[in-house]
Structure formats: structure tokens, C-alpha cells
């Protein structure tokens, strides 16, 4: 079984800071592309920014110049620096890994996990 753990959303001022954790565990080979993803209030869930394996990144224009994601494969962690922040940034944000597992037929096969989801608002 894999699990994904988001975790670090909050109430923040326009202007403020938060970073997001993304844990995952469980029975993984590796992780192929992680990405961020976050759904507003009666809006369809978009695509905010998402990293490769080895590091390549891209971003929702919306958000270019303010967040940043990263991971540490090392910990099977992804993050999302997310700088001067607006209201309209408000959103449950998700992480969603793409994995390699190990079948008990030694088989590699990619599955595509999300996170519960973390709410981040800003707001003053």
C-alpha cells in the first residue's frame, strides 16, 4: 500500500508565506513526477506545479515567480514554497506522486496516488 500526506496549509495574511509537505510511503520503488494541484470552491481542480524525477519543474502561470516546489527523493518528500500569497490563492491544495511499484511478479508498474488534501486561505 502507498500513501500520500500533505500537510502545512493554514490561515495566512495577503502577502504571507506557507510551505506544503508531501510524505509518501508504503511499499514504493521510486516516484517518478509529483505534482501540486488545488481546487477553489466551486471551480475544477488545476494543475499548480509539478517535478520530475530529476528536477525539472513547470508552473501555472498564475503562480510563476511566487511558489516553488522541490522534493527530496531521499525522503520520498515533495514541497510547495508558496510566497506573497493572495486571496485568490485559497484553496485545498493536493499532492499527487506518481510511483513505481515492485510486484511480487518483479514487474515495475507506475500508479498515480493523491493526498487528502490540505486547506490553505488567505485571507486578512
Known amino acids: 500500500q502507498v500513501q500520500v500526506v500533505e500537510s502545512g496549509g493554514g490561515l495566512v495574511q495577503p502577502g504571507g508565506s506557507l510551505r506544503l509537505s508531501c510524505v509518501v510511503s508504503?511499499?514504493?520503488?521510486?516516484?517518478?513526477?509529483m505534482g501540486w494541484y488545488r481546487q477553489a470552491p466551486g471551480k475544477q481542480r488545476e494543475l499548480v506545479a509539478a517535478i520530475t524525477s530529476g528536477g525539472s519543474t513547470n508552473y501555472a502561470d498564475s503562480v510563476k515567480g511566487r511558489f516553488t516546489i522541490s522534493r527530496d527523493n531521499a525522503k520520498n518528500t515533495g514541497y510547495l514554497q508558496m510566497n506573497s500569497l493572495k486571496p485568490e490563492d485559497t484553496a485545498v491544495y493536493y499532492c499527487?506522486?506518481?510511483?513505481?511499484?515492485?510486484?511480487?511478479?518483479?514487474?515495475?508498474?507506475?500508479?498515480?496516488?493523491w493526498g487528502q488534501g490540505t486547506q490553505a486561505t488567505v485571507s486578512s
Open positions: 499527487n506522486a506518481h510511483v513505481v511499484i515492485l510486484t511480487a511478479t518483479t514487474r515495475l508498474l507506475e500508479f498515480s496516488y
Open positions: 508504503g511499499s514504493i520503488f521510486s516516484i517518478n513526477s
